[in-house]
C-alpha cells in the first residue's frame, strides 16, 4: 500500500510516499480501507518530534480516518468486513490502509460521508465533550459562549454544538470570509479580530456583562483578551495554540471574578496522549461520537470540507492548515472517495 512516511523527525515538507506492507489487524481491532484521513496542525509538530506523544520512527502520520472494515482481529465483535466505520487511531491514517482498535471506532450511519466524517474524530469530538461536559465549559440554555477562530475545525464545531445547547453564540475570526462562514453555521453575532481588538465587542454585545464561556483554539493575545471580557463565575477552556503563542494567566484576574480556567486533551479519552484511558472512557466518549453522527445526517450539523486532496498532494494539503486558510477540515481522500469529489 502507498503511505506517507516519517523517517526520522522532519518537518512535514520533507516527508516521502513509500510502498509499505498492508498492517495487519490488532487483536482487538480492525483493518481498514481508508477513504478519507484529517490533516491538521497537531500532525505538523508529530512528525517534527515537537507533540506530547511521540511516535516510534519511522511511522506514518494522521490520527483520524473513515472507510471500509476490510480485516477484522480474533478478539473484535463491533463491526464486520465491509462496515462503513470512522475511528480516531493513535497514527497511520495518512495511507491506503490503516488499523484501528474497535473501542475508538464508531459506525458511519446512512446520508454521512466519509471526507465530512473526519470532522467527527477530533473537531467535533474536541468541542463537544469541552462544551457539554460538567467538567469542563458545561454550557447551558439562555448562556454566552464566546467561540475563537469560528472559522477552523473546531471552531465551526464548536458554533453548532453551542446552538443546539441552546447559547448564544458570539463567533470572533480573522476575516469577513470566515465570519461569514460562521455566521451559516449559526453563530448569534461576529466579530472581526484582525486588528487584534474585541473585548469592546463583546461588552457591548453582552451588555457589559460578559461571556460565560469562551472556547479558544488560538491561543497568545486572543486568550489574554478573553480573561478581560468574561462574566463572573464564566469558564475559559484553552484548546490549542493556532496563533503560536502560549499566555501566562493572571490570576489576579480569576481571583477577582471567580473564574475558571479549564483544559481539555481528548487524547487522553482516545488513547491518543501520554496518559491512556480509552477503555476507562468508553462509556463517555462513545454515546458523543453517536449522537454528533446523528446530528450530522439530520443537519443540525453541518461539517465543514475545506478543501480534498490526493496523497501526492500532501504538502498543498497542509500548507493550507499552516497557512489558516483553510474553512473547516482538511482532508486527504483516496479510493472511491476521491473519485466521488473529482479527483
Request: proline share 5%; hydrophobic share 45%.
Amino acid at each position: 500500500m502507498r503511505a506517507l512516511y516519517c523517517r526520522d523527525w522532519r518537518p512535514f515538507d520533507e516527508l516521502e510516499i513509500v510502498d509499505i506492507p498492508d498492517p495487519e489487524p490488532p487483536a482487538k481491532g480492525l483493518r481498514i480501507r481508508v477513504m478519507a484521513a484529517g490533516v491538521s496542525f497537531a500532525q505538523s509538530l508529530v512528525v517534527q518530534g515537537k507533540y506530547q506523544r511521540k511516535p516510534p520512527c519511522p511511522f506514518t502520520p494522521g490520527s483520524e480516518v473513515a472507510g471500509v472494515v476490510e480485516a477484522v482481529g480474533p478478539e473484535a465483535s463491533r463491526f464486520k468486513v465491509g462496515d462503513k466505520v470512522f475511528a480516531v487511531i493513535d497514527w497511520g491514517g495518512l495511507a491506503e490502509k490503516a488499523t484501528a482498535l474497535e473501542v475508538n471506532t464508531y459506525a458511519i450511519p446512512e446520508g454521512l460521508d466519509f471526507a465530512k466524517a473526519i470532522s467527527i474524530t477530533n473537531s467535533y469530538g474536541t468541542s463537544a465533550a469541552a462544551l457539554m461536559w460538567p467538567h469542563l465549559l458545561n454550557v447551558q440554555s439562555g448562556q454566552t459562549l464566546l467561540v475563537h477562530g469560528a472559522a477552523g475545525g473546531v471552531g465551526i464545531a464548536a458554533v453548532e454544538i453551542g446552538k443546539i445547547l441552546g447559547a448564544t453564540v458570539i463567533a470572533t475570526a480573522s476575516s469577513q470570509q470566515k465570519l461569514t462562514i460562521a455566521k451559516a453555521h449559526g453563530a448569534d453575532h461576529t466579530i472581526n479580530y484582525s486588528d487584534g481588538s474585541f473585548k469592546d465587542a463583546v461588552m457591548d454585545i453582552t451588555g457589559g456583562r460578559g461571556v460565560n464561556a469562551c472556547y479558544d483554539p488560538v491561543g497568545g493575545q486572543i486568550f489574554d483578551q478573553s480573561l478581560r471580557c468574561m462574566a463572573v463565575e464564566g469558564r475559559i477552556m484553552p484548546v490549542g495554540f493556532a496563533g503560536g503563542e502560549i499566555s501566562s494567566i493572571p490570576a489576579n484576574i480569576l481571583l477577582v471574578k471567580n473564574i475558571t480556567v479549564t483544559g481539555l486533551n481528548m487524547g487522553y479519552y482516545m488513547g491518543w496522549s501520554p496518559y491512556d484511558a480509552r477503555y476507562e472512557s468508553e462509556e463517555r466518549v462513545r454515546p458523543i461520537m453517536e449522537k454528533l453522527a446523528e446530528w450530522t445526517v439530520s443537519g443540525q450539523i453541518r461539517p465543514e470540507l475545506a478543501a480534498a486532496f490526493l496523497i501526492d498532494d500532501f504538502r498543498d494539503a497542509m500548507a493550507m492548515v499552516l497557512g489558516r486558510k483553510a474553512i473547516g477540515r482538511v482532508a486527504v481522500v483516496f479510493g472511491d472517495e476521491a473519485t466521488r469529489l473529482g479527483l
